[in-house]
């Protein structure tokens, strides 16, 4: 019996290392990949975009912070749904792609605010399309519905 089970582990190794030699190709061929730009950022501008607000919290974030300056509760409230965990991920994500700034007061209990820097302030016409999309899509299905089609 121990001989077949090494002759077993030696046939999964063998493929195992198949798709990891795969994996380290396409790991390979992205990093030198054309629709990369030196810096790092797809080429695509639509890619880049969705790249730093493309997660299901960033844009509602966004939205929020377009009104004006947040502590972190008033964002988690306003959002609604959203862990404390995943709000702090994505707004250390946007703060690091200067998206927005946070500011640390020297308070006790510490009081920290967030707002959009003007690059942040850049992305309002994205959010006022998705806003008025949205829009257009909830009376189009909700038409739908009274009219029997949907």
């Given at each position: 019996m121990a001989g077949d089970r090494s002759a077993i582990e030696r046939d999964w190794s063998a493929r195992l290392e198949v798709p990891h030699a795969l994996q380290e190709k396409a790991r390979a061929e992205r990093t030198e990949?054309?629709?990369?730009?030196?810096?790092?950022?797809?080429?695509?501008?639509?890619?880049?975009?969705l790249s730093l607000i493309g997660n299901r919290w960033s844009p509602l974030i966004l939205r929020e912070l377009?009104?004006?300056t947040k502590r972190f509760g008033?964002?988690?409230?306003?959002?609604?749904?959203?862990?404390?965990?995943?709000?702090t991920s994505n707004?250390?994500?946007?703060?690091?792609?200067?998206?927005?700034?946070?500011?640390?007061?020297?308070?006790?209990?510490?009081?920290?605010?967030?707002?959009?820097?003007?690059?942040?302030?850049?992305?309002?016409?994205?959010?006022?399309?998705?806003?008025?999309?949205?829009?257009?899509?909830?009376?189009s299905r909700t038409s739908e519905g009274k009219s029997g089609r949907g």
């Open positions: 990949a054309p629709y990369l730009l030196p810096s790092g950022l797809p080429a695509c501008p639509v890619a880049t975009t377009l009104s004006g008033e964002l988690k409230r306003a959002i609604g749904g959203v862990s404390q965990k995943v709000l707004l250390r994500d946007l703060e690091s792609a200067g998206i927005l700034e946070r500011e640390v007061f020297p308070e006790v209990p510490p009081r920290v605010e967030y707002s959009l820097t003007d690059l942040g302030l850049s992305l309002e016409p994205v959010i006022d399309a998705m806003w008025e999309w949205g829009s257009a899509y909830q009376r």
